[in-house]
């Protein structure tokens, strides 16, 4: 069974541009999150989706990050303009059915942002 | 509010050494789950374990051993006879019943030296 991906790997762009990070969850995980590392501090929670909808978007830092999950599959979240705080390595996770830590959530491998 | 506490920010240690990571939480929830995770030099985190907080045994899985103890909020990771592959960051994380995202601390490097 495949994990989670995440596409890219290592992203570098400058400030003001625009990113998309994407993750593909296990294949029938409902549950889908985003979190970030920024350097040398902890993995911080971003956002969670249960399907297609937001459940819990409290951890967005601002309104330049945008979160979707069309068809309650792969996730996309956007950074739009980046600024160089955003700079970090950005996680996505999975779990079947995200009943508050009844479930293990699944991690990808990371997509590490660059904003020069 | 909820918070984990990794104090070791980097570890080292020749192999074959016996090696502790320590982990210290806080919540005032009385139903919550503790995770330990892996990160190799690959960059994907690894789940190594879950436990609830209504479980305070022991785990032991090989060389790995897990240390619950509520009475000083603690969950502390043992690996014994510590091999080269085992050098990674190592992060504890809580999730209180209810809520699905976990809180994790800032992670200990093991570096693990032949």
């Known amino acids: 069974e495949a994990g989670v991906t995440q596409f890219p790997s290592h992203s570098v762009i400058e400030k003001g541009q625009t990113v998309t990070l994407r993750c593909d969850p296990i294949?029938?995980?409902?549950?889908l999150y985003w979190y970030r590392r920024v350097m040398g501090k902890e993995i911080k929670f971003l956002l969670h989706?249960?399907?297609?909808?937001?459940?819990?978007e409290s951890g967005m830092p601002n309104n330049r990050f945008l979160a979707e999950r069309t068809g309650g599959t792969y996730s996309t979240l956007k950074v739009q303009p980046a600024e160089l705080e955003d700079s970090g390595v950005y996680f996505c996770?999975?779990?079947?059915?995200?009943?508050?830590?009844?479930?293990?959530?699944?991690f990808g491998p990371g997509t590490r942002l660059t904003v020069l | 509010a909820q918070k984990v506490t990794q104090a070791q920010t980097e570890i080292s240690v020749v192999e074959k050494e016996d090696v502790t990571l320590d982990c210290v939480y806080e919540?005032?929830?009385?139903?919550?789950?503790l995770f330990w995770y892996k990160q190799p030099p690959s960059g994907e985190l690894v789940f190594l374990i879950r436990r609830n907080s209504f479980d305070e045994q022991n785990e032991i899985s090989g060389r790995y051993s897990w240390n619950f103890q509520k009475s000083t909020s603690s969950f502390n990771f043992t690996i014994t006879a510590s091999q080269v592959v085992d050098s990674a960051v190592y992060f504890c994380?809580?999730?209180?019943?209810?809520?699905?995202?976990?809180?994790f601390g800032t992670g200990t490097r093991l570096q693990v030296f032949p």
């Open positions: 919540t005032r929830d009385t139903t919550y789950y």
């Open positions: 294949s029938g995980h409902d549950n």
């Open positions: 989706f249960v399907k297609e909808s937001k459940q819990d």
């Open positions: 996770a999975s779990s079947p059915t995200g009943y508050g830590g009844a479930d293990t959530q699944y």
């Open positions: 994380a809580l999730n209180v019943y209810n809520t699905d995202k976990l809180i």
